[in-house]
């Protein structure tokens, strides 16, 4: 699957750059595909190298930081709250100043992650975080993977695919909680896998 992952991201470059994608091309030109673990994508790579390495040891943290910048998924928004709030994420932030701070930035969303991307209510619904993100924690310490991503799609923003791409930036091999997860592949990768 990651030589998969790995042939398409080449073939993503062909497209976008005119960069050769060498022998798997073909082979999958006439398909759509997926990059579902996203492990070649940027702002996984951010996450994996800026969030989960600096907060490895603090469970509540690497959840909170990780929920926020996947709810923007945008690096920039979430290097700005991070400015503006602390390094805690939580003290301090309420609907009303979060929402403020944010309305006045351009394009903090990339409408890849969040099923609403209202912000009042995306903005309410992080300061709202510190139930779901000790629920998630203390699920994935106990290694139930299925009932930590059942509570992160009950936030209504985000809903059951961020549910998953949150458990695959958490649980990946090696990760922070290694804990085993497979997420429900929808009809874009199954059509990928195949």
Known sequence: ??????ARHQLWLERTYGTQAGS?????RPHHYTNLWRELDRGTVYLFNNI???RFNDPLALVRHSIIYRTFNVRETYED??????????RGIT?????????????NFTSAYVRCCDLKLVCEQLAN???HVYTIASRLDYGRGRDAREAISKVYS?????GDQLMMDLCW????????????????????LA
Do not use: C, I
């Open 95 to 107: 609907a009303e100043n979060l929402y403020e701070f944010l309305s006045q930035r351009e394009k």
């Open 1 to 6: 699957f990651r030589e998969f992952t790995r």
């Open 173 to 192: 091999e090696g990760g922070p909680f290694g804990v085993e997860f497979v997420p429900k592949f929808g009809p874009g990768a199954q059509r990928g």
């Open 81 to 90: 709250v991070r400015k503006k709030f602390g390094n805690s994420l939580h």
């Open 129 to 131: 975080l510190d139930d």
């Open 158 to 162: 985000f809903g059951s695919f961020t």
């Open 24 to 28: 798997n091309a073909d082979e999958l």
């Open 52 to 54: 989960q390495k600096q």
